[in-house]
């Protein structure tokens, strides 16, 4: 994986990490692509109310998770 997809899946890891009901919006190219891979998931959500409100975004899938935990394993602790 390269630096741009790892930021990617490092911003929906901290949106899901800090508990963010909604999915993380992202419009790139690096996104679909991750998604197409696997590493992403297509959510929707739909607000109610008298005028619904969809949010479109994306969520780590299990393969994910897995490769942004062990992109981790690279970083050297003090």
Do not use: W
Not at 11 to 21: G, I, L, P, W, Y
Not at 53 to 72: E, M
């Amino acid at each position: 994986m390269n630096k741009r997809q790892l930021a990617v899946l490092e911003r929906v890891f901290t949106d899901e990490v800090n508990r963010s009901k909604y999915p993380t919006y992202i419009k790139s190219k690096v996104a679909q692509q991750l998604c197409e891979d696997g590493y992403l998931g297509e959510v929707s959500v739909t607000l109610p109310g008298a005028i619904p409100v969809v949010i479109k975004g994306y969520q780590l899938t299990h393969a994910g998770r897995f490769a942004y935990c062990d992109s981790c394993r690279d970083v050297e602790e003090p």
